[in-house]
């Protein structure tokens, strides 16, 4: 069973930045791909950004392009997410989830672990 823990969420302006990160237990980590998610009140679960195991493959959602960097350190079993130029709608519950495969996704079916999340709450 792998342990992922997000932190570095917390009360930002507008156009502020942020960076979460995913602290990951166990010897799967540079084997697995990773994925960011959000939760927003009273909407569903969205996909983020997702990277391959070793990094070289990265996706976006368009909502979040040019604006969200995910970025990965397999010697230190961490999962990163650089938000610059925060927007009101990027309010939500953030999610890291690893994936059993080397290979990216953008579907929460394809995860199998979860952390408990880190709440990002951006002021307009």
């Known amino acids: 069973q792998v342990q992922l823990v997000e932190s570095g969420g917390g009360l930002v302006q507008a156009g502020g930045s942020l960076r979460l990160s995913c602290a990951a237990s166990?010897?799967?980590?540079?084997?697995?791909?990773m994925g960011w998610f959000r939760q927003a009140p009273g909407k569903e679960r969205e996909f983020v950004a997702t990277?391959?195991?070793?990094?070289?493959?990265?996706d976006y959602a368009d909502s979040v392009k040019g604006r969200f960097t995910i970025s990965r350190d397999n010697a230190k079993n961490t999962l990163h997410l650089q938000m610059n130029s925060l927007k009101s709608e990027d309010t939500a519950v953030y999610y890291c989830?690893?994936?059993?495969?080397?290979?990216?996704?953008?579907?929460?079916?394809?995860?199998?672990?979860w952390g408990q999340g880190t709440q990002v709450t951006v002021s307009s």
């Open positions: 989830a690893r994936r059993p495969s080397r290979s990216y996704s953008q579907y929460e079916s394809d995860y199998n672990d």
């Open positions: 166990g010897r799967t980590f540079s084997v697995s791909a």
């Open positions: 990277i391959s195991s070793r990094g070289l493959w990265i």
